[in-house]
Nanobody, 123 residues
Framework: VQLQASGGGLVQAGGSLRLSCAASGRTFSRYAMGWFRQAPGKEREFVATINWSGGSTYYADFVKGRFTISRDNAKNMVYLQMNSLKPEDMAVYYC?????????????????WGQGTQVTVSS
């Protein structure tokens, strides 16, 4: 599957951004989707995941209550609404397609990755 992430940019601390990820190439609605991020000098880390139907979501503790993942299977899109952004949220954000329908925080459970979109948060 091909994934194209967009929506990153520069925002002040406390602001909001909405990331989008467009998928093509396989039956989108059969697979879980996830968002991950990677800051300079750090490993890629899990942010949020959503199951095939959108009925189940799971978040990293550091984004709970601030970020919301959603999907539109009719449009082959997954989104990450990010509110109350902090400087420590600054990273390249990647969307990924899962190997199965269920949610997972594990990078190894994802087999397709987008190119990433930069999120910069100024203090």
């Amino acid at each position: 599957v091909q994934l194209q992430a967009s929506g990153g940019g520069l925002v002040q601390a406390g602001g909001s951004l909405r990331l989008s990820c467009a998928a093509s190439g396989r039956t989108f609605s059969r697979y879980a989707m996830g968002w991950f991020r990677q800051a300079p000098g750090k490993e890629r880390e899990f942010v949020a995941t959503i199951n095939w139907s959108g009925g189940s979501t799971y978040y990293a503790d550091f984004v709970k209550g601030r970020f919301t993942i959603s999907r539109d299977n009719a449009k082959n899109m997954v989104y990450l609404q990010m509110n109350s952004l902090k400087p420590e949220d600054m990273a390249v954000y990647y969307c990924a397609a899962g190997r199965t329908a269920g949610t997972s925080w594990n990078l190894a459970d994802y087999d397709s990755w987008g190119q990433g979109t930069q999120v910069t948060v100024s203090s």
